[in-house]
Structure formats: structure tokens, C-alpha cells
């Protein structure tokens, strides 16, 4: 069974920082464009950063130069390096995947989906 197990949400204070990371299984990973996905209440979820199979990232404009995406084939991890935090960057994250980058990124409707991870910044 396809699984993506995200850890290391938190309650943290701004400015700070944190790690996410996301545990796949289940299908052929280095095949797979992944990516990190953000929803906070009454919103609609949002692209935060994503990887393709060529190491290529894309971020959004306001984690842009905050946030690093990274991913370790190796042992099929996708992580999200999250710094100076803000109030804003709370929510539920969620680590995606899927083959085509068009389908993760600019649908976005990507084939997996994790439970997610609750960050909130205070």
C-alpha cells in the first residue's frame, strides 16, 4: 500500500525554526515529483515547495528564501527545512507526490497524499 507519513509538527514561537518530514512507501519514489502542501483553517490548501526527480525546487513567493525542500532517495524521506517562522505559516502541512510535475504543482491533484502534520507559529 502507497503510504506518505509526514512528522515534525510543533507549536513554536516566530522566528523560529523546524523540520518536516515526510516517510514514503509503497511506490517507486525517485520516480515521483514530491512536494509539501499547507492549509490553515478556513482556507483552501496551498502549494508550499516541491521537488522534481531532477532535484529541480519550486517554492511559493512567501516561503521563498524561509523554506528548503530536500528529499533523500536513499532512504525514500522527503524534508521540509522551515526557518524564521511566522504566525502565518500556520496550518496543517501535507507531503504529496506524484509522476508528472504539472499534476503535483500547478493542478495541483496529485496521485498521493499524507494525513498531515499541525505546525502552528505563535
Known amino acids: 500500500d502507497v503510504q506518505l507519513v509526514e512528522s515534525g509538527g510543533a507549536s513554536v514561537h516566530s522566528g523560529e525554526s523546524l523540520e518536516l518530514s515526510c516517510q514514503a512507501s509503497?511506490?517507486?519514489?525517485?520516480?515521483?515529483?514530491m512536494g509539501w502542501f499547507r492549509q490553515s483553517p478556513g482556507n483552501q490548501r496551498e502549494g508550499v515547495a516541491a521537488?522534481?526527480?531532477?532535484?529541480?525546487?519550486k517554492y511559493a513567493d512567501s516561503v521563498q528564501g524561509r523554506f528548503t525542500i530536500s528529499r533523500e532517495i536513499a532512504k525514500n524521506m522527503l524534508y521540509l527545512d522551515m526557518t524564521n517562522l511566522r504566525p502565518n505559516d500556520t496550518g496543517i502541512y501535507y507531503c504529496?507526490?506524484?509522476?508528472?510535475?504539472?499534476?503535483?504543482?500547478?493542478?495541483?491533484?496529485?496521485?498521493?497524499w499524507g494525513q498531515g502534520t499541525q505546525v502552528t507559529v505563535s
Open positions: 504529496a507526490g506524484d509522476p508528472i510535475w504539472w499534476k503535483l504543482w500547478l493542478k495541483p491533484d496529485p496521485a498521493f
Open positions: 509503497g511506490f517507486t519514489y525517485a520516480t515521483y515529483c
Open positions: 521537488i522534481d526527480r531532477s532535484w529541480n525546487t
